[in-house]
Nanobody
């Protein structure tokens, strides 16, 4: 199983970006998918997560600005980011974990990671 992120780039504050995470068609059904991000000099933190039943959960500070969705037909997960702020700058990673893990935002629960995509907000 592989995860490949795309869609990062540079944007002005207040702008939007949509990140994509393509996953292998053979990804097991009971999997929790998530987006994490890592700002320079900071720990990697959970952004949002999608359970196999389609339910989503977000970091409290990002509710209302970020949206996580999955297109199973395209084997792709998306992170729509609106009203971006300079604090959103960092490398964004998609990750996968067994569906039973909890809590969702613990980095060590996720064993499969993409290579990351840079988001810069100025």
């Amino acid at each position: 199983v592989q995860l490949v992120e795309s869609g990062g780039g540079s944007v002005q504050a207040g702008g939007s970006l949509r990140l994509s995470c393509a996953f292998d068609a053979y990804t097991p059904a009971n999997v929790r998918m998530a987006w994490f991000r890592q700002a320079p000099g900071k720990e990697r933190e959970g952004v949002a997560s999608l359970a196999s039943d389609g339910s989503s959960i977000y970091a409290n500070s990002l509710k209302g600005r970020f949206s996580i969705v999955e297109d199973n037909a395209k084997n792709t997960m998306f992170l729509q980011m609106n009203n971006l702020k300079s604090d959103d700058t960092g490398v964004y990673y998609c990750a996968a974990a067994p569906g039973y893990i909890t809590p969702w935002h613990v980095r060590n629960h996720y064993k499969l990671w993409g290579q990351g995509t840079q988001v810069t907000v100025s």
